[in-house]
């Protein structure tokens, strides 16, 4: 079972900043959260993670709730090629093996 | 440097063959991981490789499903007796030990 909830759609104008919500309200002490993004027909492209800190790296910003039950990556100037599916993932230990556990992401459409 | 790479990028085959799908990692990488996207869905973790350990396959649908790795390189998921229900991308990652994964750009499975 998906640990994360995410909107299944999301509109951005061009040049605004995007702000994709999830929630992972049962995510463990130890257990990561991975953002990932999906452009039509290709491979899942890594963006950003984090455990309890926020972080910033060159494509986005990941922000982290103290509590850890949600966290909002931000796309700071939507451009039109970063309509794609956004997955927010929590990586899970199971019997020694780090695996994702993806949900059905949020199809966000950034509007020219 | 070299993503990871798998072939065919497309596969037609008729209920009931067998199918093979490639991936080769990125060069170092030390864990291997396939997935299975079907149409609008999330991805299913499959199997896992890591070093010299035995491999998790406990995501395996059934034992139609079979994965192998030659040490840290090539590795080769065989479906026997292809269903349509297996008609799917089929998804492979590499990562250096736990860390983050990278994904190729998929082999589109369709069983006719």
Redesign the interface.
């Known amino acids: 079972d998906?640990k994360t909830t995410q909107p299944t759609s999301m509109d951005c104008a061009e040049g605004r900043a995007a702000n994709l919500p999830c929630n992972h309200s049962t995510i463990s002490g130890n257990e990561y959260v991975?953002w990932?993004r999906q452009i039509h027909s290709?491979?899942?492209?890594?963006i950003i993670?984090g455990l309890k800190n926020n972080e910033t790296n060159e494509m986005a910003s990941l922000i982290i709730t103290e509590d850890r039950k949600s966290s909002t990556l931000i796309l700071p100037h939507a451009t039109l090629r970063d309509t794609a599916v956004y997955?927010c993932i929590v990586r899970v230990r199971?019997?020694?093996?780090?695996?994702?556990i993806?949900?059905?992401?949020t199809r966000l459409k950034v509007l020219a | 440097g070299a993503g990871v790479s798998q072939s065919p990028s497309n596969k037609v085959t008729e209920k009931g063959k067998d199918v093979e799908l490639r991936c080769d990692p990125i060069s170092g990488h030390t864990a291997l991981y396939w997935y299975r996207q079907r149409l609008g869905q999330g991805l299913e973790f499959l199997i896992y490789f890591q070093g010299n350990s035995a491999p998790d396959k406990s995501g395996l649908p059934s034992d139609r499903f079979s994965a192998e790795r030659t040490g840290e390189s090539v590795s080769t998921l065989t479906i026997q007796r292809t269903q349509q229900e297996d008609s799917a991308v089929y998804l492979c990652a590499s990562s250096h030990l736990a860390d983050t994964q990278y994904f190729g750009p998929g082999t589109r499975l369709t069983v006719l």
Do not use: E, I, R, V
């Open positions: 998906a991975y990932y290709q491979g899942p492209q890594y993670h997955y199971d019997s020694g093996t780090y695996k994702y993806f949900g059905t992401g």
